[in-house]
């Protein structure tokens, strides 16, 4: 395998780096602040300049379909992704991931449970009537995802329920479908490196 910089969204950051280190990937891994989200432009910006920065490191990213123009940008600097819409369905696989989101879940990492009172005050403002209002309208639970690199964040996670006004659930996940993103990864840019 030809080694590559990842660059990318530090949502899974630990995972990510966990299953690195467990195959022996000679992959280095350079991850931003998962709150880009919330901000296209910046979230561009971050992106092309990590690839700008890495160029002569054979980068690949670790990004679902979170840009309207990810597959422009990804074109332009001559690069793949991971495949899958999001972060989630990377993680939990995509049967699992519609399945819950069919049911009306919100779905809480660690790394948000941390910083979404920023995060949500930046995207939407800092009114709690209207946080509940807009959850409350788009989902009916918050399903808080654990991985075995997840530290205990259940103190995070209900207050983050109770700001959003939705009851709190919790899920277990291993890291096998995260696992078979990155391997898919690896092995599209091993194809294209031979084809």
């Given at each position: ?95 699992m991931f519609q399945k819950e989101l ?94």
């Open positions: 395998m030809k080694p590559f910089t990842l660059v990318g969204c530090g949502i899974l950051g630990k995972e990510v780096e966990a299953l690195v280190s467990k195959n022996g990937w000679p992959i280095q891994c350079y991850f931003s602040c998962s709150s880009l989200h919330v901000n296209f432009h910046a979230l561009r910006d971050n992106l092309e300049k990590s690839l700008r920065l890495h160029r002569d490191e054979n980068p690949k990213v670790f990004y679902g379909a979170c840009h309207p123009l990810m597959d422009t940008i990804l074109e332009s600097h001559h690069t793949i992704r991971t495949r899958g819409q999001n972060c989630i369905e990377m993680l939990l696989g995509a049967n069919a049911a009306g879940a919100f779905f809480l990492l660690e790394d948000w449970a941390h910083s979404w009172k920023k995060v949500i005050s930046r995207g939407i403002g800092s009114d709690p009537g209207l946080w509940k209002e807009i959850f409350c309208s788009q989902h009916k639970y918050v399903l808080a995802l654990r991985t075995p690199c997840s530290d205990d964040f259940s103190d995070r996670a209900e207050t983050f329920s109770l700001a959003v006004g939705l009851p709190l659930q919790w899920a277990d996940t291993d890291l096998t479908h995260l696992e078979a993103a990155l391997r898919d990864l690896i092995h599209s840019a091993e194809e294209n490196e031979n084809g």
